[in-house]
């Protein structure tokens, strides 16, 4: 797996460019049928979802059966990585490049710790209103795209631990200290919110203590041929507007500004969004289809089969 530091346009580090090669089928992978969704890490069903089209969300069902992708963060880690994201983005990728029950599989992805823009744009305090942004229920719940606008949920893959669990306290005391490890997120577009691949007792560790958690989120971003063609693309329309503001000069005169900073300025945001917009998540057909899926959901319910919704 190839990695690559991103920088932003101020030359600090926003994120950590990965290319996965030579790993077709995923550990922890997607399966879709018929509006049902279900998430499995190997053989084990973690999580079973039915979209609810006249409500417009999505009922789901955990199952406890999901496994960190990360092995345990010591105390000394922390203290060593605290205040440094590309740290810890390096030290993640190298667990998600190991571990065969992980989410990665062939392309690019992008490790970043910016907040996603859905997030800036509702202006959350995530401090304040990390309570807000957990969705709630366990085993069932309901994440409700309509009242919540889905995208800035946060979904646990399993129970977030009581403020007094043992790990809990702990990590309250990095929290406290300014050195808690982040949060590893993961954007799945067909639930349309992130799910919490690592850091569950951090995160409540964090919301015990009413700070902020340090969060690293992944996404898969654009394949490399469509990079290039949407780079190849980009430049020519801007060498297209450049041309076009020489003919307003040659036109009009000097008074008309040569174009340069406004193209440039386009031409950046796009090749930006080109390297580091997240894409939708793969999902693989379920063999056997919705029956399938009602089989799984039997089993998991104890002959219930119904989801929240």
Known sequence: MRRTDVFGDGGAWTGLALEVES??????????????????????????????????????????????????????????????????????????????????????????????????????????????MLVEGHPDGYLDWFVHHGAWEVLPLRPVPDHDDARVKAYRKQARDGILPPVLLWWVSGLDCHVVLDGHARLAAAIAESVAPPLLYLDRTAPGDEVAAGTERAAREYEAELARFAELRARHGDAVPDGAEIAGSVLARRLAELRTGARPTWAWPLPGGRDEWSRVAREVTGGEGDLPG
């Open 23 to 132: 790993r077709g089928l995923p550990g922890l992978r997607l399966f879709a049928a018929e509006g049902r969704i279900l998430l499995a890490q190997g053989e084990r069903p973690v999580l079973l979802a039915a979209v609810d089209d006249d409500r417009c969300g999505v009922g789901f069902r955990r199952t406890d059966a999901y496994r960190s992708v990360v092995p345990p963060l010591r105390a000394a880690a922390a203290r060593e990585a605290a205040g440094r994201p590309d740290r810890w983005a390096y030290r993640f990728a190298e667990h998600l490049a190991r571990a065969a029950d992980g989410p990665l599989h062939d392309g690019r992805w992008l490790l970043s710790h910016e907040v996603p823009a859905f997030w800036n744009h509702r202006n959350l305090p995530p401090s304040a209103h990390w309570g807000e």
